[in-house]
């Protein structure tokens, strides 16, 4: 059986459009190059995105490539039932072998819609079930006192108070708070442009308590966390720096939320997507249309974000029962 590897990050070519990985054979590596180049011009993609795809469907096209198979005709329902057992066996959880099932579907529809081939080598290939979890979701009071943890009297901690602000009251992911610049902060209309996934711009609006925060970051920390960078920090137009005066990281940004809900006491380690997941939760809760979230989460379905009405919905049922004094003691109900 061939080993399950990963591919390496494909190469790109002068006018930016990606290479099929060399290692492959050539009318596969060629026919991805086109999926990458299609995704990335037609659909998009980011950068991250068109790593991963590269990456992941072209580990699944080697192991077939080190079965034997050298051209589409190759690939088989046994040999690919074969890569999915090497993925279970590598120790692949379930969603990450249904997110490379659904890589691979998606690279055989392309190739059959764009007639290279009359009939798709994956279109039989069965994903795994993944298990539903609903996103945790903060309290009110938990969320009251993560704002409230960084320091205020020192540069850093005024720019983790505005980080944890504008994540949670802005709903922005965390490559979308690390990307910003401080022209796209807009104090008085309490709103930031962000450059969401696929490169597509929205306006998130942050609030009152985010926007007082971002401010006073801006006058009393930044300009510390420039001096500190010396020369290196004052032409970095970034928003949020880092202590050598550079873009702060979304490694960073993760690493400072976590550390915030360990300091509240939080079983769970904190993300920056908890946060996102929150903000949509809670306006939910206080009565939001849904696709007004979707536009502020720059969800392009409203598909992705009807799960928060699921978790709005158990929040709901969740009080119902604590409070409702019926819902409490069912033997009484009769009485």
């Known amino acids: 059986m061939a080993h399950v590897t990963d591919a390496p990050r494909p190469s790109t070519r002068s006018d930016g459009t990606p290479a099929g990985p060399s290692d492959l054979p050539p009318i596969m590596g060629q026919d991805l190059a086109r999926y990458l180049a299609y995704l990335r011009a037609v659909r998009g993609a980011s950068r991250y995105t068109l790593r991963n795809y590269g990456t992941e469907i072209a580990s699944a096209l080697r192991y ?6 050298r051209s589409w005709a190759d690939i088989d329902r046994a040999l690919l039932r074969e890569w999915l057992g090497a993925l279970r066996a590598a120790g692949y959880v379930p969603a990450s072998i249904a997110r490379r099932v659904s890589e691979l579907r998606a690279f055989g529809a392309f190739l059959v819609r764009s007639r290279m081939l009359a009939a798709d080598p994956f279109g039989g290939l069965s994903a795994p079930r993944v298990p539903s979890h609903l996103p945790r979701v903060l309290s009110i009071g938990e969320v009251a006192a993560l704002v409230e943890w960084p320091p205020a009297d020192t540069a850093a901690g005024l720019r983790d108070r505005a980080i944890l602000e504008v994540l949670y009251g802005g709903g922005l992911r965390v490559s ?15 709103r930031v442009r962000v450059l969401g996934k696929g490169d597509r711009e929205r306006m998130a609006l942050i609030g009152r308590p985010a926007a007082r925060a971002v401010a006073r970051y801006l006058a009393a920390g930044r300009p510390a966390l420039v ?11 970034a928003l949020l720096l880092n202590a050598r005066g550079g873009r702060l990281s979304a490694r960073s940004v993760q690493a400072i ?21 929150t903000f949509a939760t809670h306006l939910l809760d ?44 069912p033997e009484e109900a009769d009485r």
């Open 64 to 69: 077939c490539a080190a079965s034997g198979a």
């Open 176 to 190: 979308e708070l690390a990307g910003l610049d401080i022209n796209d902060f807009d104090g008085a209309e309490r």
């Open 227 to 237: 001096a500190s960078g010396g020369r290196r920090g004052r032409g970095v137009n």
């Open 257 to 277: 939320v976590t550390a915030g809900g360990q300091a509240i006491g939080l079983a769970q380690p904190l993300t920056p997507h908890m946060l996102r997941h």
């Open 286 to 329: 206080g009565g939001a249309d849904l696709r007004a979230v979707q536009e502020l989460l720059g969800h392009r379905s409203l598909r992705t974000t009807q799960v928060y009405t699921h978790v709005s919905q158990t929040r709901a049922r969740a009080a119902y029962l604590a409070a409702h004094p019926l819902a409490r003691r």
